[in-house]
C-alpha cells in the first residue's frame, strides 16, 4: 500500500542553522505531496505542496522539491527561526477523493 | 472565520461508557474526515464522508461509528471505548473540486483518555 517515511525526531538546530527534514514515499501511482505544520496545542495546517514530478511547493521560507526518480519530498529551509519550533508531516494523496497518507511526523526544536 | 471546531477538546472516559465527539465546518466543504494521532504513527484516517449520507472506512475504523446527516456535521461516536482508544483525534474538511490542490483543513484536536 502506500506510505510515507520521515526521518524521526526530535531535530534540534540553533537559530539560523539550515534545516532539512526527509521525506520518502511509496505509492502505486504519481501522488500529490505536501508538508503540514503542527505548531503546540494546535491542528495541522498546510505548510506546502506539489501536485507533478519537479514542482516546488515553497511557502513562509521552506521549500520542497517533488523528486519523482528518488520518490523524495524533502522539506529545507535556509534559516531557521525559534517560532518555527514545531511538528512537521509530510502527506501524499492518490486518486479520487481526498484522503491522505502521513508520515510519523519529526519534532523540530529550534533554540535561540 | 472559516474553521473546522471540535468538541470537546479535552475528555476523561471510562471504558464501556458511550461518548460522542463533535465536528462541525462553516466552509460548506463536501468531505470530511476524522483522524487519531499517535506518537510515532503520524495521523492515522478513521472515517471519511465524501457528502451527505456518504461515508466510508479509513484506515483504522474499528470501535468507531461516524454519521453525516448534515453537510456541516460529522460527528465521530465510540459506542464502547476501550483503553486503546486513548488519542489525539482531528477532524478535516476540504472541498471537492479541483482535483489536484485542494487542501484539508484541521479543527484543533480532541484528547481523549479512556481509563
Known amino acids: 500500500g502506500d506510505s510515507v517515511t520521515q526521518m524521526e525526531g526530535p531535530v534540534t538546530l540553533s537559530e539560523e542553522a539550515f534545516l532539512t527534514i526527509n521525506c520518502t514515499y511509496t505509492?502505486?501511482?504519481?501522488?500529490?505531496l505536501f508538508w503540514y505544520v503542527q505548531y503546540p496545542g494546535e491542528g495541522l495546517q498546510l505548510l506546502l505542496k506539489?501536485?507533478?514530478?519537479?514542482d516546488k511547493g515553497s511557502n513562509k521560507g521552506f521549500e520542497a522539491t517533488y523528486r519523482k526518480e528518488t520518490t523524495s519530498f524533502h522539506l529545507e529551509k535556509g534559516s531557521v527561526q525559534v517560532s518555527d519550533s514545531a511538528v512537521y508531516f509530510c502527506?501524499?494523496?492518490?486518486?479520487?477523493?481526498?484522503?491522505?497518507?502521513f508520515g510519523g511526523g519529526t519534532r523540530l526544536m529550534v533554540k535561540p | 472565520e472559516a474553521q473546522v471546531t471540535q468538541n470537546p477538546r479535552y475528555l476523561i472516559t471510562v471504558t464501556g461508557k458511550k461518548l460522542t465527539v463533535t465536528c462541525s465546518q462553516n466552509?460548506?466543504?463536501?468531505?470530511m474526515s476524522w483522524y487519531r494521532q499517535d506518537p510515532g504513527l503520524g495521523l492515522r484516517q478513521i472515517y471519511y464522508?465524501?457528502?451527505?449520507?456518504?461515508?466510508d472506512k479509513g484506515d483504522v475504523p474499528e470501535g468507531y461509528k461516524v454519521s453525516r446527516k448534515e453537510k456541516r456535521n460529522f460527528p465521530l461516536i465510540l459506542e464502547s471505548p476501550s483503553p486503546n482508544q486513548t488519542s489525539l483525534y482531528f477532524c478535516?474538511?476540504?472541498?471537492?473540486?479541483?482535483?489536484?490542490?485542494?487542501?484539508?483543513?484541521f479543527g484543533p484536536g480532541t484528547r481523549l483518555t479512556v481509563t
Open positions: 466552509m460548506n466543504h463536501e468531505y
Open positions: 478535516a474538511s476540504s472541498p471537492i473540486r479541483d482535483r489536484t490542490t485542494y487542501e484539508q483543513y
Open positions: 506539489a501536485t507533478k514530478a519537479d
Open positions: 502527506a501524499l494523496r492518490l486518486g479520487a477523493g481526498n484522503m491522505l497518507t
Open positions: 464522508s465524501m457528502n451527505v449520507e456518504v461515508t
Open positions: 505509492a502505486t501511482g504519481y501522488p500529490s
